[in-house]
T-cell receptor
Framework: GEDVEQSLFLSVREGDSSVINCTYTDSSSTYLYWYKQEPGAGLQLLTYIFSNMDMKQDQRLTVLLNKKDKHLSLRIADTQTGDSAIYFCAGASGGYNKLIFGAGTRLAVHP | EAGVAQSPRYKIIEKRQSVAFWCNPISGHATLYWYQQILGQGPKLLIQFQNNGVVDDSQLPKDRFSAERLKGVDSTLKIQPAKLEDSAVYLC???????????????FGEGSRLTVL
């Protein structure tokens, strides 16, 4: 089954770029996802990438996918204090869209 | 469009007591998920329904946890008897996914936080 790993913590200065990394094991995932969780809230989809793509850009967000190394990254340009949250990488396992989440990367943005 | 509704938001019980959580998914969503999120960890899938059938419950501790989805809409998750290690946030999510080339996006509720003393 799918296993997803992420670094646990990232601290950046406001205005800098943030890069959050993720590795996964199941190469059959059709889509790979980035979810955001703010304190006391559920998870919200930030962006996703189809497995036959290498890159997807969506405003300040850039997702890079390296299928050979099974590595996914999320870049946030011009990071703002409102971006402080926990970011989860997820892959789908099996035919029934069973999403497996990493442990999450806590992003702290400081002035 | 109304989101995924969960209740209660918070529950404190003593070990060996029982608790039930309720979830109302987004209207028309065929697939419903219950995840357990322990503090500092990512969500772990407990059970996944498609309509009113179970498609995955491989990580559900069936000796104490049970879940049902009534008429393919609302769902309840029950824990009986609760243990200290069940302290977590229980997240319900729904998806219109029924197979094929759908993005598979999950829509999450705000969660039910359980504390077992």
């Amino acid at each position: 089954g799918e296993d997803v790993e992420q670094s646990l913590f990232l601290s950046v200065r406001e205005g800098d770029s943030s890069v959050i990394n993720c590795t996964y094991t199941d190469s059959s995932s059709t889509y790979l996802y980035w979810y955001k969780q703010e304190p006391g809230a559920g998870l919200q989809l930030l962006t996703y990438i189809f497995s036959n793509m290498d890159m997807k850009q969506d405003q300040r967000l850039t997702v890079l996918l390296n299928k050979k190394d099974k590595h996914l990254s999320l870049r946030i340009a011009d990071t703002q204090t409102g971006d402080s949250a926990i970011y989860f990488c997820a892959g789908a396992s099996g035919g029934y869209n069973k999403l497996i989440f990493g442990a999450g990367t806590r992003l702290a943005v400081h002035p | 469009e109304a989101g995924v509704a969960q209740s209660p938001r918070y529950k404190i019980i003593e070990k060996r007591q029982s608790v039930a959580f309720w979830c109302n998914p987004i209207s028309g969503h065929a697939t419903l998920y219950w995840y357990q999120q322990i503090l500092g960890q990512g969500p772990k899938l407990l059970i996944q329904f498609q309509n009113n059938g179970v498609v995955d419950d491989s990580q559900l501790p069936k000796d104490r946890f049970s879940a049902e989805r009534l008429k393919g809409v609302d769902s309840t998750l029950k824990i009986q008897p609760a243990k200290l290690e069940d302290s977590a946030v229980y997240l319900c999510a729904s998806s219109p996914f029924t197979g094929g080339l759908h993005t598979g996006e999950l829509f999450f509720g705000e969660g039910s936080r359980l504390t077992v003393l």
